[in-house]
């Protein structure tokens, strides 16, 4: 079927699949409402699923009143999250592999780690962390690449109640640094060399140039990835690989309180500097859990496999904390798709017989690119349910995902969520639900979205209809705070349309009250699935001495979904030239990591302005998009004949 008419079809799950799901049609809609109409009596059942030291007699204390956000879930329940997710499970599953980890290269073997190997690991791992002083309520940041000692290190800190923050190991020492001393850190957990598609990242170097802008007493623990060489400071570098030789065997899992943190993610947003999301113990680890298991309808024996990194949101639910807390059998993967060629991600599947894979769109549209040669030459009939999430998938990359890598037997789970969410929010299931390329669906479980009125914030009643997403009341892992800001937090999320949870995503509701999810409606944009503010890469470069203003949209992009187009007005006494455009770029590489680098930067004498100032971005997009012949009202600007000059000059990007 061609992508175009695709749009209009539903596609079903075959019989034998919806008989044998988890949830059917039938028992969605029956869960689904008694979810909402009974939210207490829904998650009294459902917390259940995990083990609490001392079970909870609240379920819900949520509040989004405007001034008054406060979110509580399970509050006087205490429980364990690595004991949720590896000692419960000993008893039946010790010798079962908990972790595959596939490495870089495929000539290195890869590690089946089991349920069993993994209590001791993590046991000392968290003993090597109480040996460097730290303690419950402390915070660690884990700057690593995509090895188990990054599960490890996550399950450690979950063990001992130290709170991590995982910084994606593509981002750069300053990044870094500044995640380090927002959250005082007391240890930063590295690796000396990472590969990465054939290519070494200096990660203990990166820590080091990091270390030189914070406490002098932060702790650096350092494991051996590649065995190079790196700079040492005695007293201040620890070396992980001898110190867990001298470390027990056992460490007792801390009675942590639901409401406790578990986590620090820092993620991007419209204004300013990223923030700090806190996640707590009870309620992520529920839905976590609930929604690894229904979304991909995850059996026994199953091999799972999630093909983010753990430094995203998306690792940490569904890489390490949904599974492992389902006794899962859960992939790693050092690499990237197209290492040593395009071929790479159905050979790992081939080669370990994964049943569910869940992947971002913009890989797929890569792949895509490459030829279908590339997965017909392997086995992939292991395949069973397949997943996207990260941004709107195109029916091109739906079709291609679902006809060539799925065989039209794989029902493709779009979910949509976020870092501030914890799990899924919307996503068809894959026994219940008939999909639609493109299309989200259905809300999980708990989740009560809404489409509202962008102006009035009124809501929009009805299908067919379309506004900004809203989601009306509290879910089990929704975020709780910005770390140290509250206020930041309610301003963010609640402050636009009072009484509700503000997504930043716009939707449609269809004709069959399906949901489609538009895009962002703020000045986030999603660059091959990883969330980038605007405004971060606009502060990157004008903190560059040439650069006296800059001005950042997103603009469509073959292969990432959005590219990053920057218009910059230089100084003065500056001349643009080609050199001075690939030096911004390396600039804003440094600045804040590879995922930023600027795909078009345009010189911009003057940028379009409303008397009071304001950038008037959308007519920045416009121009972006080359659909400058329906710019709209632009009587408000201060100066309309920039906006001529932008035009007429537009073909100076590059
Ligand atoms: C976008 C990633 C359309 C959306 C889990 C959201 C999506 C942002 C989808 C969150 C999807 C995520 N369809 N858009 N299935 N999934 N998004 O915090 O704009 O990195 O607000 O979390 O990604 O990005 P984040």
Request: net charge negative; proline share 6%; charged share 25%.
């Amino acid at each position: 079927m061609s992508p175009d008419t695709v749009v209009n079809h539903t596609f079903p799950p075959s019989s034998e699949l919806a008989e044998n799901a988890h949830i059917t049609a039938a028992r969605y809609d029956e869960m689904y409402a008694s979810s909402i109409s009974d939210p207490d009596g829904f998650w009294r059942e459902h917390g259940q699923r995990v083990d609490w030291i001392k079970p909870f007699t609240t379920v819900k204390n949520t509040s989004f009143a405007p001034g008054n956000v406060d979110i509580k879930w399970f509050e006087d329940g205490t429980l364990n999250v690595s004991a949720n997710c590896i000692d419960r499970h000993l008893a039946e599953r010790g010798g079962q592999t908990a972790i595959i980890w596939e490495p870089d290269s495929p000539d290195e073997p890869a590690q089946h780690i089991t349920y069993a190997e993994l209590h001791r690991r993590v046991c000392r791992f968290a003993n090597v962390l109480e040996e460097l002083g730290v303690r419950k309520g402390d915070r660690v940041v884990i700057y690593l690449p995509m090895i188990p000692e990054a599960a490890y290190a996550m399950l450690a800190c979950a063990r001992i109640g130290a709170i991590h923050s995982i910084v994606f190991a593509g981002f750069s020492p300053d990044a870094l640094a500044a995640r380090i001393n927002g959250c005082d850190a007391k240890v930063v957990i590295t690796a000396d060399t990472a590969p990465r598609g054939g290519r070494k990242t200096a990660l203990k170097s990166n820590a080091d140039a990091a270390l030189l802008h914070t406490k002098d007493t932060v702790k650096c623990l350092v494991v051996k990835r590649t065995g190079d060489q790196t700079t040492w400071i005695n007293g201040r570098d620890f070396d992980y690989n001898e110190m867990v030789l001298e470390a027990d065997d056992y460490c007792k899992p801390a009675e942590m309180n639901a409401e406790d943190p578990l986590f620090i993610l820092y993620t991007s947003g419209s204004t300013g500097q990223p923030k700090g999301v806190v996640h707590t113990t009870g309620g992520y680890i529920v839905y976590a859990s609930m929604t690894h298991e229904y979304t991909f309808d995850y059996k026994d024996g199953d091999i799972f496999w999630c093909t983010a990194d753990v430094g995203w949101v998306t690792g940490h639910s569904y890489i390490v904390y949904g599974p492992l807390a389902n006794g899962a059998t859960t992939l790693m993967f050092e690499g990237v798709p197209t290492y040593p060629d395009a071929s790479r991600f159905w050979q790992v599947c081939e080669k370990h017989k994964v049943n569910q894979f869940y992947t971002a769109p913009t890989a797929l549209r890569a792949l895509m690119g490459q030829g279908n040669e590339y997965v017909e030459k392997c086995d992939l009939s292991s395949l069973r349910i397949l997943g996207t999430v990260g941004e709107p998938i195109n029916p091109e990359a739906w079709t291609w995902y679902n006809d060539v890598v799925g065989g039209g037997r794989c029902p493709i789970v779009d979910t949509w969520w976020q870092t501030e969410t914890g799990g899924h929010m919307m996503t068809p299931l894959p026994g219940a639900h008939a999909t639609k390329p493109g299309a989200a669906m259905k809300p999980f479980f708990g989740v009560h979205p809404v489409v509202l009125d962008p102006q009035s914030g009124e809501e929009i009643t009805g299908n067919d209809v379309e506004g900004v997403l809203a989601i009306k009341d509290s879910w089990p892992s929704q975020m709780r705070t910005v770390w140290g800001d509250h206020e930041r937090f309610e301003k963010t999320y609640f402050a636009d349309y009072k009484n509700y949870y503000f997504a930043g995503d716009g939707c449609r509701r269809d004709a069959d009250g399906d949901y489609w999810i538009t895009g962002r409606v703020d000045d986030v944009i999603n660059v091959s699935g990883h969330r980038m503010g605007t405004a971060e890469v606009e502060s990157a470069l004008v903190a560059h001495a040439a650069v006296a203003e800059a001005a950042v949209v997103g603009y469509p992009h073959d292969i990432k979904g959005q590219g990053i187009y920057c218009y910059v007005t230089l100084m003065n006494d500056q001349e643009p030239s080609d050199e001075l455009k690939k030096e911004l770029r390396t600039w804003v590489r440094t600045e804040i990591g590879p995922i930023a680098s600027p795909d078009l930067i345009q010189w911009a004498p003057g940028l379009p302005k409303t008397r009071s100032g304001k950038i008037m971005r959308r007519i920045l997009r416009k121009i972006a998009e080359n659909d400058y012949g329906s710019l709209g009202d632009t009587s408000t600007l201060a100066d309309p004949s920039v906006v001529d000059d932008l035009i007429d000059n537009r073909m100076n990007r590059s």
